[in-house]
Structures are given as C-alpha cells and as structure tokens.
C-alpha cells in the first residue's frame, strides 16, 4: 500500500490505517527505537506510542512520506523514555544508598 493511501486511511479515521502503518513501517520504527533504548520490551511500546500518536496527529498533518515523519515520532518517544529511564535510575540508586546509611546509623 503506498503512503498517499495510508494516509487518506487517517484521514478517513479507519483503523487500518495503524494496521498498515505497522505492517509497512515497523520493523523501520522498532529498529530505531531498539537502537536507542537496546530493550525489545521498551521499543515495542515505543512502537505503540509511535502509531497513537501518528493516529492522533495525522488529521493536522498530511504528510507525502509517511518514513522520516514515523521516524521522527519514533525517535522522539525512544529519546524520552531513554532519558526517563536514566532519571529513574540515579534516583534508584540515590535512595539506595540513603537507605544503606540510614540502616547504618
């Protein structure tokens, strides 16, 4: 199917649309979301965050190649789960080691 009738699928708010997104570009967007996050897990819920948002933001835009605009969303949600993770673990191990000089006291 090619991107024009893709596209035209968002317009018409039918299902299938996120059906052949998916079935044309995801191993595309899993790829680059594994390659940032290096989790199977983290990129295929990338991926899914990937097709919502590409379903919620597709009435405001009509783009002609659906590639770089599904990977610029899929890079972005990979870039913030990323930092998100990161956050979550120097907090992780700031409490950590809190706790263990709590205990020690």
């Known amino acids: 199917m090619s991107d024009k009738e893709i596209v035209d699928l968002y317009w018409q708010r039918s ?6 997104t998916e079935r ?3 191993r595309y967007c899993h790829t680059i979301a594994y390659n ?3 989790s199977a897990e983290d990129a295929e819920e990338c991926d899914n965050d990937t097709w919502m948002s590409a379903w919620k933001s597709m009435p405001d835009k009509r783009p002609d190649n659906l590639s770089p605009f599904l990977g610029r969303i899929t890079r972005n949600f990979a870039s913030w789960h990323n930092k998100s993770a990161r956050h979550i673990d120097v907090r992780s191990k700031s409490n ?9 006291s």
Do not use: D, F, R, V
Request: charged share 30%; net charge neutral.
């Open 24 to 26: 044309k570009y995801g």
């Open 96 to 104: 950590i080691k809190l706790m263990k000089l709590i205990s020690i």
């Open 36 to 38: 940032i996050l290096e």
């Open 15 to 20: 299902e299938q649309a996120i059906t052949e």
